[in-house]
């Protein structure tokens, strides 16, 4: 079994492809099958409580709330215990087209994880984007709880930013 499990949810696509960018830069930086990939929308619970390691990938739907398939799941983590696991959340969004909500189902994840026990890790810089209001913003702090991609305004930043995550990411959970 791989070391990390990778979570998405994905109404358009562009998580779907940014989950795969991203277990293929694992592969180069970690060896081939580090992580195994798998829609949130037709996971268990005991599924992803069996790795060690997790990756989340969630964007924001709807103006500040969870993606369909995340919204479904989320409830079932209230009977989890992250107790142990080291988690690292990335989520995609629209800073132009959603600045007061900018990220913001990565922070209800992240709450949610770390309520039931999560430690999570791969926190990333707000510094090169534009927006108003975030709730994936660590209070009082310019870092967002995880590593944010926006394919509608920043798409060229994107492979960039999965690099360097990937390699923060790698050496906080000591692979
Ligand atoms: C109707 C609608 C609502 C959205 N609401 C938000 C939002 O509140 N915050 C945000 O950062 N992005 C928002 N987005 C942007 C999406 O998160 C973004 O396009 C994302 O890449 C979609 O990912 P997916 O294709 O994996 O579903 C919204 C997009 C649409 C079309």
């Keep these: 079994m791989a070391k990390i499990g990778l979570f ?15 277990k293929e830069e694992f592969d180069k930086q970690a060896g081939a099958g ?20 997790l990756i989340m ?15 479904v799941f989320f ?3 209230a009977n989890m215990n992250f107790n142990g696991k080291k988690v690292a ?7 132009n087209g959603y600045g007061f909500n900018f990220l ?10 770390m309520l039931h026990g999560a430690d999570v890790y791969g926190v990333w810089s707000t510094e090169k984007y534009q927006f108003n209001e975030s709730k994936a913003r660590i209070e009082g702090e310019n870092y967002f709880i995880g590593l944010g991609i926006d394919e ?18 790698k050496a906080e959970f000591n692979l």
Excluded: C
Excluded at 57 to 71: C, F, H, V, Y
Excluded at 161 to 169: A, E, G, N
């Design 104 to 113: 913001d189902a990565v922070g209800m994840l992240g709450d949610e994880l």
């Design 89 to 95: 959340i990335f989520g995609l969004g629209d800073q």
């Design 75 to 77: 409830p079932k983590i």
């Design 8 to 22: 998405y949810g994905s109404s358009t696509g562009k998580t779907e492809a940014v989950a795969y960018q991203i």
């Design 152 to 169: 509608d305004g920043q798409s060229d930043l994107t492979a960039g930013r999965i690099q360097q995550w990937v390699k923060d990411v």
């Design 57 to 71: 990938g969630i964007p924001t739907w709807n103006t500040g709330e969870l993606q369909d398939d995340w919204a």
């Design 34 to 53: 580090t992580v195994e990939v798998h829609n949130i929308g037709s996971a268990t619970p005991e599924q992803v409580l069996s790795y060690e390691y």
